[in-house]
């Protein structure tokens, strides 16, 4: 069983877009982690939230945790080509990580 | 400070042979977890070290097995291999304490099973 899904799976989008990505669950989780993957690489960890409904920002990237700490969002301005990647948000159950679905992203120039 | 190194990047195997991969942590982190990274089925868990005593596990079979040492470097075996078993391995090492924490990840272990 799936606990966390990411929405879209996959995104193309031109340089200079917009882009949202969701991680959805039903469970509650104590904190959430968003990390990108790029292709041989081991997953790289951008940012933890921790809060319901916490905000954080990154440069162009925007993290979200839902108020009920269940879900969390990873908004993206002015993507450019080198966020191209595999975006995996993961949900820490204090014993485990549960990583969501992933979302590929693909940005040309 | 160096980053969590796995060993070999890459690995042929045939179907029914074991196979161990290595992993070093990053100094100071007394935590250890192993996933495996299919298309299909995405990241799972398999287990984590913390203190060479094996924390959590996976849902996987008992073919996949793992270890800790002292110096906490951590070693995954899997026996009788099976074709489902081509993947990308990956460990991650977290200072540990209550909760698995942040997780720094290797750059895994391509193993191939033909």
């Known amino acids: 069983t799936q606990l966390l899904e990411q929405s879209p799976q996959f995104l193309s989008i031109q340089e200079g877009e917009n882009l949202t990505v969701y991680c959805n669950s039903s469970s509650v989780f104590s904190s959430l982690q968003w990390y990108r993957q790029e292709p041989g690489e081991g997953p790289v960890l951008l940012v933890t939230v921790v809060t319901g409904g916490e905000v954080k920002k990154l440069k162009r990237l925007t993290f979200q945790f839902g108020d009920a700490r269940k879900d969390s969002s990873l908004h993206i301005t002015a993507a450019q080509p080198g966020d191209t990647g595999l975006y995996l948000c993961?949900?820490?159950?204090?014993?485990?990580?549960?990583f969501g679905t992933g979302t590929r992203l693909q940005v040309f120039p | 400070k160096a980053g969590v190194t796995q060993t070999p990047r890459y690995l042929i195997k045939t179907r029914g042979q074991q196979v161990t991969l290595s992993c070093s942590p990053i100094?100071?982190?007394?935590?250890v977890s192993w996933y495996q990274q299919t298309p299909g089925q995405g990241l799972q868990f398999l287990f984590e070290y913390f203190s060479e005593t094996q924390r959590n596990k996976g849902n996987f079979p008992g073919r996949f097995s793992g270890r800790q040492f002292s110096n906490s470097r951590s070693e995954m075996n899997v026996s009788t291999l099976e074709l489902g078993d081509s993947a990308l391995y990956l460990c991650?090492?977290?200072?540990?304490?209550?909760?698995?924490?942040?997780?720094?990840f290797g750059p895994g272990t391509r193993l191939t099973v033909t």
């Open positions: 100094s100071g982190h007394r935590s």
């Open positions: 993961a949900g820490d159950m204090t014993d485990k990580l549960i």
């Open positions: 991650a090492s977290s200072l540990g304490g209550l909760s698995i924490g942040e997780q720094y």
